[in-house]
């Protein structure tokens, strides 16, 4: 079985591995404190353009959101989200968990407009009984979303306008962001998050390290004490000089990018034989994550062979489904199921 059922079945870049080995008995402190975690920050700092950054290492990615939105809600608070933000529907109430509501809007293809965060807050505060109701007290998007697509510079710069002159904080989920900042037609880079962004975190689970994300914040505002609570939400790895190592690994010359420049590569040529094939598509996704909609017989096929995930029941006869890239996904791997696809 040939998988393409997400971006994290593999291990790690071999490069990561190597450090883990070279660097094993070495003597550090604890909790994120070593000159590797140092290290790590100082790249991420210059990968960002800023200087004025708090970087802390988280071990995954829903440890990151729910840790990020705790630490900046009120107990009265919730966030906004687009109905099909991780945070909405697959962290199993974790959010909720935190004694906070996920206040979701519509969206077709996963991303949330301006306007859409202007009409949640003004609705908020033009009921009469608002005092009743959770109050919008920051925002979530991600870059890619779970349907693979993507900010434009535009979009995000307007979010972002409409989060200042509301005070809503602006919080953005980048554990595809490697697979983003490559996609054809993004015009957004690190230095353009960190500037528009409260806060964002780099995804290292699902772009190449064994696990990992790396919280930015960029709001003055928000640093303060943000390790007392990365302590009570259980983040605060004790090695955590592992954390730090494998973003150093990822930001010293580049292999992030590069690996997501690998991923959306192959996922281009397999987007490409769907179309040939006169397949349409559920989400136009520009990402490593495709979702071609197929029809019975041909799922049939590729399924014997191929593991992928199932998205959504178009109609009794077509579904649609999700094929996904990585940083380790393999050029004959991709070859072969070109092969197939253009022999349904």
Not at 24 to 34: S, V
Not at 43 to 60: E, P, R, S
Not at 271 to 284: H, I, M, P, S
Request: net charge negative; aromatic share 10%.
């Amino acid at each position: 079985m040939i998988r393409f059922e997400s971006d994290y079945t593999e291990g790690a870049h071999e490069k990561i591995l190597e450090q883990l080995v070279k660097t094993n008995y070495e003597q550090t402190p604890g909790y994120g404190q070593d000159v590797h975690c140092e290290q790590a920050r100082q790249y991420i700092k210059k990968a960002c353009a800023n200087d004025n950054l708090a970087v802390h290492f988280l071990v995954g990615g829903t440890q990151a959101n729910t840790t990020v939105i705790a630490s900046v809600l009120r107990p009265h608070q919730g966030v906004i989200s687009a109905s099909t933000g991780h945070i909405n529907v697959h962290e199993t109430g974790a959010i909720e968990a935190t004694g906070h509501k996920v206040i979701a809007v519509a969206s077709e293809d996963g991303k949330i407009t301006a306007s859409q965060v202007k009409n949640v807050y003004d609705a908020h505060w033009a009921d009469p009984d608002h005092e009743h109701m959770v109050q919008p007290g920051m925002v979530y998007i991600s870059h890619p979303t779970e349907n693979g697509t993507i900010y434009s510079k535009k979009e995000l710069q307007e979010i972002s306008a409409v989060c200042q002159d509301c005070g809503l904080p602006l919080f953005l989920d980048g554990a595809r962001l490697g697979y983003g900042l490559a996609a054809p037609g993004n015009d957004l880079g690190l230095p353009d998050l960190a500037r528009l962004c409260d806060v964002f975190y780099i995804g290292g689970t699902k772009v190449g390290a064994l696990f990992g994300e790396a919280v930015v914040i960029c709001n003055d505002n928000l640093k303060k004490d943000f390790r007392y609570h990365i302590k009570q939400h259980g983040g605060m790895l004790a090695k955590g000089r592992l954390l730090g190592l494998q973003f150093e690994t990822l930001f010293k010359d580049g292999l992030y990018f590069e690996m997501g420049e690998h991923a959306i590569r192959l996922a281009m040529l397999i987007r490409d034989a769907f179309t040939r094939k006169g397949f349409n598509f559920l989400y136009d996704s520009p990402t490593n994550q495709q979702f071609p909609i197929l029809p019975r017989s041909a799922l049939e096929k590729l399924s014997a062979k191929y593991s992928f995930s199932t998205w959504a029941r178009i109609d009794d006869e077509h579904t649609a489904v999700r094929f996904c890239t990585s940083w380790a996904t393999q050029e004959d791997a991709v070859k072969t199921l070109v092969e197939d696809i253009m022999s349904l």
